[in-house]
Nanobody
């Protein structure tokens, strides 16, 4: 059973940066497509970014050029570097793992989820 634990969230001013981390355990990390999603209050969970086992990436249009996803298969960790943060980026951010093919942006195609980490961007 794969377990995912996110960290790195917090409160930041608009224009600032944060780096989220997601540590995976219990499975073969390099075999999974990894993704980041977010959910703001009253809204559905939305795709942010995804990365293949060998580093191919894809992003939602709203974060392109500001967020960077990466992974370290030796550390079983996926990262999300967020820069130029905006108040509309405020949400709970979730890490997820998929046994499917990359790219994958649909939450339903992800098999394992972390508990989420709160990111709050003040204006």
């Amino acid at each position: 059973q794969v377990q995912l634990v996110e960290s790195g969230g917090g409160l930041v001013q608009a224009g600032g940066s944060l780096r989220l981390s997601c540590l995976s355990s219990g499975g073969t990390f390099s075999g999974y497509v990894m993704g980041w999603f977010r959910q703001a209050p009253g809204k559905e969970r939305e795709f942010v970014s995804t990365i293949s086992w060998n580093g191919a990436t894809d992003y939602a249009e709203s974060v392109k050029g500001r967020f960077t996803i990466s992974r370290d298969n030796t550390k079983n960790t996926v990262y999300l570097q967020m820069t130029s943060l905006k108040p509309e980026d405020t949400a709970v951010y979730y890490c997820a793992a998929s046994r499917g093919a990359w790219p994958e942006s649909a939450p339903a195609r992800y098999d394992y989820w972390g508990q989420g980490t709160q990111v709050t961007v003040s204006s």
